[in-house]
Each structure stands twice: as structure tokens, then as C-alpha cells.
């Protein structure tokens, strides 16, 4: 793909496209990275209905906890990379603003954010689709994260997690 004033990018095809695009949209994200959102017209697809129903609990040792009695893990991305987080910003919190160094130390943080995000983004959108296709009703605890989030205690493990992101997000 070329694009004006950028150049030549090499693409990583999520999926085939089912027809051809009226528009694309071009995002260049913190860690440098381009996406490109094509605007296609298909036809919505109605999933089987089922008599399935489920109940979920989130929680912190275990991300969900479903009524069948599935216990599903999270991948805490953070929690595992939290060392590496830390020499990451103690190396860029020693450079000076504004030079090289700096900005190289500013987009290694970055790539690491992107990561982590990606993880955990991943993770959410299979593990809902995964719960939608098997269900006709799902029932989820009622919690008010953002007050959770407020406990310094429980804050990075929470937001690790992507509480969030699982209860209210439509679309990811």
C-alpha cells in the first residue's frame, strides 16, 4: 500500500475483505504504528438462538467465573511485565526532553503500551465472542468499577484485567 507523504507500507491483512471498500481511514497510533480502516457494506448475520443461559462472576485470581462453574484465567498482561515497564521509565525519566534519546526511550514505552494493550484486547473480544455465540442470555455482575478503580489496593490489578472494557464496551 502507498500512501502520500508516507511512503510504501507493508500490510498485515487482519482478514479478507468481503467487498470492495467505499473508504479507508488512515491511524497512525503513539508507537508508530498505521492502521488502515476500510468502510465495506455486508450483511449483518443473525446467530442461531439457543436455550443457553449463563451467569458471570468477574473477579482478580480469576478473570471470570461462569454459573456452569468455567473458570476462565486473564492473561495480566502487566503483571507480567511489570519490571520491564519499570526500566523503561526509569530510562526515560533520566533523558533530557527533546533529544533523540529521549524520543527513542518515549517509543519503546509506547511499543510496550501497544503490547499490552493488544494482549489484553484480544483476550476480551475472543473470550465475549466466545460467551455471545454459546448463549442466548447472559447475565453479568453489577459492579461499579470505576469506584473500584479509586482503591489504590486494587487499581492496577483491575485495570489490568479490563473490567472495563468487558462490562461496557459495544464494540472493541
Do not use: C
Not at 46 to 65: E, Q
Not at 91 to 114: C, D, E, P, V
Not at 141 to 164: H, P, Y
Request: charged share 30%.
Amino acid at each position: 500500500m502507498y500512501l502520500a507523504k508516507i511512503g510504501q507500507l507493508k500490510i498485515v491483512w487482519s482478514r479478507e475483505l468481503p467487498d470492495t471498500p467505499s473508504s479507508v481511514t488512515v491511524i497512525k497510533d503513539s508507537a508508530n504504528r498505521y492502521f488502515l480502516s476500510f468502510v465495506v457494506e455486508i450483511l449483518s448475520e443473525v446467530l442461531p438462538k439457543t436455550d443457553n443461559s449463563v451467569g458471570i462472576d468477574l473477579g482478580i485470581k480469576t478473570f471470570a467465573t461462569l454459573s456452569d462453574g468455567t473458570k476462565i484465567d486473564a492473561p495480566k498482561p502487566l503483571k507480567k511485565r511489570i519490571k520491564k515497564y519499570r526500566k523503561l521509565s526509569k530510562s526515560l525519566s533520566k533523558k533530557t526532553r527533546g533529544t533523540n534519546r529521549y524520543q527513542k526511550a518515549r517509543l519503546r514505552i509506547a511499543k510496550f503500551h501497544a503490547k499490552l494493550k493488544d494482549t489484553r484486547t484480544d483476550f476480551l473480544h475472543k473470550l465475549s465472542t466466545e460467551i455471545i455465540r454459546e448463549n442466548q442470555t447472559i447475565v453479568l455482575e453489577d459492579l461499579n468499577v470505576s469506584g473500584m478503580v479509586r482503591n489504590r489496593k486494587l487499581s492496577r490489578a483491575i485495570s489490568d484485567l479490563g473490567w472495563r472494557t468487558f462490562r461496557y464496551k459495544k464494540d472493541f
